[in-house]
């Protein structure tokens, strides 16, 4: 999948990037000017998803034109007022994500919309693992440090055998059988670095 991000403000380029992250780990995501948006549309084709920050937008001819060019690319505005909303997405904007919005209910439209366009990556999003407890992630992060179960014991001060069941229901979520496979899965599934 590639993802393309016109932006103006590095904290949303953070932002959107780990929104995207969390849902896709193995996108492509670039980022930059209209210009550099243009060129990469010219040598590499239309990205999946494009996401602009409305002041980067100076009318709304401009959506027009890129709706005209890349018509099966998701066109995603960011902005942190919600004046001209319904103007922008009138002007071909498939998803408006407010700049006040918790971040809870982006990801969940942004979510809603991408597993409806791309079918595929609903299904391996269906397949990742539930919800971690934070104590998990601490173990997995633990284990990714080379901890052994005695040495995880002393760090968060629990018993061997407390160890024990946390990996157990770790290996159980991922569906994996060795400390190996478990980091791996974590890392694949964006929760290790």
Not at 45 to 59: A, K, V
């Amino acid at each position: 999948m590639n993802i393309f991000i016109v932006d103006s403000v590095p904290l949303l380029h953070m932002a959107c990037t780990r929104l995207v992250r969390s849902l896709v780990q193995s996108a492509s995501i670039q980022s930059g000017s209209w210009a550099m948006l243009e060129q990469t549309i010219h040598l590499q084709g239309p990205p999946d998803i494009i996401m602009l920050n409305t002041p980067t937008i100076r009318n709304g001819e401009q959506l027009y034109a890129l709706r005209d060019q890349c018509p099966k690319s998701l066109l995603i505005l960011f902005a942190s007022t919600t004046r001209g909303q319904s103007s922008l997405r009138v002007d071909g904007a498939d998803l408006y994500l407010d700049g006040h919005q918790r971040p809870e209910q982006c990801f969940h439209k942004l979510h809603k919309l991408v597993t409806m366009r791309f079918p595929e990556l609903a299904s391996a999003l269906r397949s990742r693992p539930q919800a971690l407890t934070e104590r998990q992630l601490q173990l997995i992060v633990a284990i990714a440090s080379g901890c052994t179960n005695q040495g995880i014991a002393e760090l968060f001060q629990i018993s061997p055998h407390t160890v024990k069941v946390h990996l157990w229901r770790l290996f159980k979520k991922f569906g994996v059988k060795t400390r190996l496979q478990l980091i791996k899965a974590a890392h694949d599934s964006g929760m290790l670095i």
